[in-house]
């Protein structure tokens, strides 16, 4: 693929650097998945919608895109109560009025604003100055499910056409061949977005870093600042703090900061500090029966149930019934416990629930079927969040092929599947021995877990 702007992801060798705008900027480093599908935006000329949890680093990515290119960079942060048209441009209606009353009592030339120019009383957005530009611009959009859900549908048409109309100047502005903006837009899923606007966009969904990469965001930032042993103290002493606050999203920038107070003091001391911080804080997750590390590996406390969440599509919903009562005895045995969406009760928001069971469970199942492939939900959330969990050791991923459907190459397809072979459970003779098959190889990955022999 031919690029004439690409991407690269380089690392800065300054803090001190700044962007076009003169802005203060910081290292990003973004993984070698995340530059493919930026280069694909940027030749597509796609908007790319970025998903991710709060603090992994979605709304960076725009500024840092821009300062490698050396391109203008617009950001736009949606409120709740922000319209599409705020993107493009608003007119000053009243202060046209205004100074039109002004002109029917003064001479023209005592007038500050002629009312008759009405270009005069037009503000271009982020969005009609990008279109406008006729160099190529990067725009962020940034938290798009803050807005009412009509927002994204509103934009549908100019992002389509890359077109400015202003209807009171009667002025069109077609953004140039070859200079439509690199359009950035990232969610938090506080609300779902249209499916319409879904399909008129790249889409990635940004995995928090691992552990090796927060250490690199670290040693990026304090460059001559730190040393190795400081750097890892602290960076194990984040993650247990994740670990112990689930129902809190601790974000890359809380660890700056709390490395950024650390060098207060001198190395030794600060190594010091944080290894006693670090030795408290794996007590209260021994006491809490979190998960704890014990080498390179994830052990539950036997004396524990794991908790087990289910990853399903709805329509699939009598299926997973079906496995549930296969389990029952383990749930019996006091083993595991199990949650999926239908345990959310009235008036709690569903989503935070959904990803606080997520963040804390043990086991998370994914039951494979067309529909849950074609979830966004399902496909593009649960299952990123739950094989982010799977790669940081943190969780055990197990695949259920529920039915038929092509998922050997989808992200999971390196997993070993239940049933045995990763035979679809619709397509056995007896479903009941499938879901035997099933619970047998769950009741071995909790045996694994455990240490129960």
Not at 179 to 184: G, T
Not at 185 to 198: M, Q, R, V, Y
Not at 425 to 436: E, G, S
Request: aromatic share 8%.
């Amino acid at each position: 693929m031919s690029l004439t702007l690409k991407y690269t992801g380089k690392l800065l060798s300054s803090l001190l650097e700044r962007d076009v705008k003169g802005q203060s900027f910081y290292p990003y480093i973004p993984s070698d998945e995340l530059i493919e599908v930026v280069n694909h935006a940027i030749y597509l000329r796609r908007p790319l919608l970025i998903k991710g949890e709060p603090g992994c680093g979605k709304s960076s990515l725009a500024h840092a895109v821009a300062y490698e290119l050396g391109l203008p960079y617009e950001f736009w942060y949606v409120k709740s109560t922000s319209r599409a048209q705020d993107g493009l441009y608003n007119y000053d209606a009243v202060g046209r009025l205004h100074d039109a009353q002004l002109a029917a009592h003064l001479p023209t030339k005592q007038l500050s604003s002629n009312p008759n120019e009405v270009e005069r009383y037009i503000q271009l957005g982020p969005l009609g100055r990008s279109i406008q530009n006729e160099q190529r611009t990067v725009l962020l959009i940034d938290d798009i499910d803050r807005a009412d859900i009509d927002f994204p549908n509103d934009l549908l048409q100019v992002l389509d056409m890359m077109r400015l109309d202003i209807d009171e100047t009667r002025d069109r502005f077609q953004a140039k061949e070859g200079a439509e903006p690199i359009i950035f837009i990232t969610s938090n899923d506080e609300k779902p977005l249209p499916e319409a606007f879904l399909r008129r966009c790249l889409f990635h969904y940004i995995n928090f870093p691992s552990a090796e990469q927060l250490k690199m965001i670290v040693d990026t930032h304090f460059q001559l600042l730190s040393t190795p042993e400081l750097i890892n103290a602290a960076v194990e002493y984040y993650l247990n703090l994740r670990k112990l606050e689930v129902g809190r999203k601790l974000s890359i920038r809380s660890l700056l900061d709390h490395f950024r107070l650390l060098l207060l003091d001198s190395p030794d001391e600060a190594l010091a500090k944080i290894s006693r911080e670090n030795s408290n804080l794996l007590i209260q997750l021994d006491l809490s029966g979190k998960i704890q590390d014990t080498g390179s590996k994830s052990e539950i406390k036997a004396s524990n149930a794991v908790e087990v969440f289910y990853s399903y599509s709805h329509k699939d919903g009598k299926l997973r019934d079906k496995l549930e009562t296969q389990l029952s005895l383990l749930k019996r045995e006091g083993f595991i416990k199990s949650w999926y969406d239908r345990n959310i009760s009235a008036g709690v928001e569903w989503s935070k629930e959904i990803d606080m069971h997520l963040t804390s469970a043990h086991i998370i199942l994914l039951l494979v079927s067309p529909d849950f492939i074609a979830s966004d939900y399902c496909y593009g959330i649960e299952m990123m969040k739950a094989l982010e969990r799977h790669e940081h050791e943190e969780a055990r991923v197990i695949p259920i092929i529920l039915r038929p459907t092509d998922w050997n190459t989808a992200p999971f397809g390196k997993l070993a599947a239940l049933p045995r072979d990763g035979k679809a459970v619709t397509i056995w003779n007896n479903r009941d021995q499938a879901f035997l098959d099933v619970a047998k190889g769950i009741r071995k990955v909790i045996q694994e877990l455990t240490q129960i022999q």
